[in-house]
Nanobody, 126 residues
Framework: QVHVVESGGGSVQAGGSLRLSCAVS????????MAWFRQAEGSEREGVAN???????YYADSAKFRFTISRDNDKNTLYLQMNSLKSEDTAMYYC????????????????????WGQGTQVTVSS
């Protein structure tokens, strides 16, 4: 059975940083497509970033130059380093894993992902 567990969320002031982690068990994430999504209260879920099977990374405009997605295959874990946080980054952040490879940008296609975590809350105060 596959388990996806996010952690690392919390409350931070604007301009601060957080590092989210997504630990996957029961499944090997090597060369799989993985992504971070977020959903603010009252808003639809939106894609933040994805890493494809080759290790290439792709970012939504809102995340470019501030967030970094990375995958540690040895630890079976996905990360999202978030710097220069803004109040508009406040949301529940979700990790998603596709049960297959992918090449390219897929952070805006939540339907391709098979496994999801429960989310970790990020709150940025101004």
């Amino acid at each position: 059975q596959v388990h996806v567990v996010e952690s690392g969320g919390g409350s931070v002031q604007a301009g601060g940083s957080l590092r989210l982690s997504c630990a996957v068990s029961g499944y090997t994430v090597t060369r799989k497509c993985m992504a971070w999504f977020r959903q603010a209260e009252g808003s639809e879920r939106e894609g933040v970033a994805n890493v494809d099977s080759s290790g290439s990374t792709y970012y939504a405009d809102s995340a470019k130059f501030r967030f970094t997605i990375s995958r540690d295959n040895d630890k079976n874990t996905l990360y999202l380093q978030m710097n220069s946080l803004k109040s508009e980054d406040t949301a529940m952040y979700y990790c998603a894993v596709r049960d297959d490879s992918c090449v390219g940008r897929y952070y805006d296609q939540d339907s391709i992902y098979n496994y999801w975590g429960q989310g970790t809350q990020v709150t940025v105060s101004s």
